[in-house]
C-alpha cells in the first residue's frame, strides 16, 4: 500500500538524516521525499511517499514521534490531502515537432520555459496521474534530461 506522511521537524542539522534513516532502518523504500523550510523558518516539512502495509506504517510513525526534533506527523489519507508534484523536462524540439510539443504544452497546460535550437524546456505541476501521462507524451520526442521535485502535499 502506497502512504504518503508529512512530517513538520524543526529546521536543524541532521534532521533530515535521522528521519530518513530511520525509514531505512525499518526496510521501507522511499519512493519520494521532498524537504522545504514552512512559512515558520524554525521548522520544516518533510513529505515522504513510501510503499508499506498499515502494521509496519504505524511502527515508523510511533518511531518518529520519538526523535526528539519532530513536531507533528500526518498520514494522509486517500483524498485526504491536495497532491501535487514539479517536473522540468528537456526534450528534443526541431521545427517540425515544437509545434506539436506546444499543443501537448496547452493540453496539459504545461509552460515551455526555454527554446533551443535542438531542445525546449518544459515545465508542468499537477498530481502523480497528470505528470505520468505528461511525462509518456514527451517520451516520443526523445527526452534529454528529466527531473522531479517529489510530491508535495498539503491537508484539505
Not at 523504500?29 to 515522504?48: E, F, G, K, M, Y
Not at 524540439?93 to 499543443?103: D, G, K, L, N, V
Request: charged share 25%.
Amino acid at each position: 500500500m502506497r502512504h504518503t506522511l508529512s512530517v513538520l521537524v524543526e529546521n536543524k542539522f541532521g534532521v533530515l538524516a535521522r528521519v530518513s534513516g530511520m525509514f531505512s532502518g525499518r526496510g521501507f523504500n522511499i519512493d519520494s521525499l521532498n524537504v522545504a523550510p514552512t512559512h515558520d523558518t524554525a521548522l520544516s516539512r518533510i513529505t515522504v511517499v513510501l510503499k508499506g502495509d498499515d502494521a509496519a506504517l504505524d511502527m515508523v510513525i510511533k518511531q518518529l514521534r520519538k526523535l526528539v526534533n519532530v513536531v507533528d506527523i500526518i498520514d494522509f489519507k486517500e483524498n485526504q490531502a491536495v497532491q501535487r508534484e514539479l517536473v522540468l523536462a528537456k526534450v528534443k524540439a526541431t521545427r517540425r515537432t515544437r509545434s506539436e510539443i506546444m499543443q501537448i504544452c496547452d493540453i496539459f497546460r504545461a509552460k515551455i520555459v526555454n527554446v533551443g535550437r535542438t531542445d525546449a524546456i518544459v515545465e508542468l505541476t499537477g498530481d502523480e496521474a497528470k505528470v505520468t501521462a505528461f511525462i509518456g507524451l514527451l517520451e516520443d520526442f526523445g527526452i534529454i534530461e528529466l527531473t522531479r521535485t517529489g510530491m508535495l502535499a498539503l491537508i484539505r
